[in-house]
């Protein structure tokens, strides 16, 4: 009773949390959350995703708030699991939750940092699998983001999420697009088409939140991913794909000078 009364207190010293995690029977982080038991719920519905059995893999998880993702990769026999944010309270979050769960560092398991995705190549190492979710949108340059990433952190697989609105229509790339339509002076009409790739800025709040910066449609997301040098493989659910690391697009234009081919 008083282990429980303990871990209850140490949950409230570090409250509020955005991860809702049963840390022991009927002890959870976020019991109230606005959006319910999150993020399991969403996690139920991409799970089958990825591979079940993580052994002898590594995982980055960038942007890891309190830890859910990393603990649930370790669950699945990941060797080497990094959870890596900017904020404090989170990564003590994530120390509390993993430890409690028996994944702490010290017996082998999460290992947490104070690390901003745009300094992911001061890490010095790929990893099998690369999460980023939740992270996206809260970014002021968030393609370059995507650039880093898959420069210098990325082995193989990108679990990537983020906000989206707008259209959740696909879109086929356009290869050259015309300054006017021929014969005229008229704009070509595919830029008013809803389904077009378009990266959404919102300049004060969203949510209540000053740090929601962007909200792409699908079309966008698709479209960073494949500019980054991702292959999207599957869309398990709305707002989530799992990618592998591939050739960066536009090598003509000097891109593959900087970001290597696969496996390079």
């Not at 939750?97 to 017996?107: C, E, I, M, V, Y």
């Not at 190549?121 to 996206?136: P, Q, T």
């Not at 650039?147 to 696909?170: C, K, N």
């Not at 088409?193 to 699908?218: Q, S």
């Amino acid at each position: 009773m008083a282990h429980r009364e303990a871990l209850r207190a140490a949950v409230d010293r570090l409250a509020p949390w955005f991860h809702n995690i049963e840390l022991e029977q009927g002890v959870f982080t976020a019991p109230d959350h606005f959006l319910g038991d999150y993020p399991r719920f969403k996690f139920a519905r991409f799970a089958g995703a990825l591979p079940a059995d993580l052994s002898g893999k590594s995982v980055l998880d960038i942007g890891c708030n309190a830890g859910f993702y990393s603990v649930e990769m370790a669950r699945r026999g990941a060797a080497r699991v990094l959870g890596i944010d900017s904020d404090e309270r989170y990564l003590a979050q994530a120390r509390l939750a993993s430890a409690t769960l028996g994944f702490d560092l010290k017996n082998g398991g999460v290992e947490f940092r104070n690390l901003s995705v745009y300094d992911v190549g001061a890490l010095g190492e790929r990893f099998d699998l690369v999460i980023f979710m939740g992270v996206l949108y809260h970014l002021r340059h968030p393609l370059l983001a995507l650039d880093l990433i898959r420069e210098h952190v990325a082995g193989d697989l990108l679990l990537f999420q983020t906000m989206q609105q707008g259209s959740t229509a696909p879109w086929r790339p356009i290869e050259d697009h015309p300054f006017h339509m021929a014969g005229t002076f008229d704009p070509p009409p595919f830029f008013d088409d809803p389904a077009y790739p378009k990266m959404h800025f919102i300049e004060r709040r969203f949510a209540g939140d000053w740090t929601n910066w962007w909200a792409p449609n699908r079309a966008c997301s698709e479209a960073m991913l494949r500019a980054a040098g991702f292959a999207i493989e599957a869309h398990p659910e709305e707002e989530v794909y799992l990618c592998r690391v591939s050739d960066v697009p536009y090598a003509e234009w000097g891109a593959a000078a900087v970001y290597p081919a696969k496996g390079a």
